[in-house]
């Protein structure tokens, strides 16, 4: 169970409530976004998306946050983790945007989670990215995720198989990756 609240420059996260089923299933409803994340073979509506939510909503080992547009408040994705353990030291990382996608929002929302993630106990982050989620890719890779490894055509959709990148952020690659930027912004 997560109690999660956090204002960005543009963004604002909290926690995810059953009334957002419906904005979830729409954009998971969508070709490109059942493409990148779902697979096309996932039935996706809105009962089993308030079902999916309320589960997250009692265990202890998820967090499961919406991402909205700070002015509007207006839901414009969502990011999620799987803790693996009792302590969330260890997380599986989800994530989706809507139809508000090349604004850099999920850019904003991850970088203001781990920053607050690696603040706390978090010790690393795990992704796994189709190999043909080339945006993903490039986003998890500019926020110092390393490429640890392929899963040889372990995703199966629409009559072809693909495969998946696996990816992980520590906690020191984290801590490099905000002083890499920092040097960056000074020098521009």
């Known amino acids: 169970m997560s109690m ?5 420059e543009r963004l604002c996260i909290r926690d995810i409530k059953s009334s957002d089923a419906g904005v979830i299933a729409h954009w998971k409803s969508d070709p490109l976004f059942r493409k990148m994340s779902t697979g096309s073979m996932t039935i996706i509506n809105e009962g089993n ?14 967090t499961y946050v919406m991402v909205l547009e700070k002015k509007s408040r207006k839901p414009v994705g969502y990011v999620r983790f799987n803790w693996m353990g009792s ?17 850099g929002y999920m850019r904003e929302a991850l970088k203001g989670i781990f920053h607050h993630l690696f603040q706390e106990e978090t010790h690393r982050i795990d992704a796994e990215v189709y ?58």
């Open 131 to 188: 190999e043909y989620n080339e945006r993903s890719l490039h986003l998890l890779d500019t926020l110092g995720f390393k490429r640890e490894g392929i899963r040889r055509l372990a995703h199966y959709d629409e009559e072809h198989y693909y495969d998946i990148h696996v990816l992980g952020l520590l906690k020191s690659d984290w801590q490099e990756h905000v002083i890499k930027s920092a040097r960056q912004t000074a020098v521009k």
């Open 87 to 103: 302590i969330q030291r260890f997380g599986w990382l989800r994530f989706g945007l809507g139809e508000e996608r090349g604004k």
């Open 4 to 8: 999660f609240e956090m204002n960005l």
């Open 49 to 62: 998306q308030r079902q999916d939510i309320e589960k997250s909503l009692v265990l202890p080992n998820e």
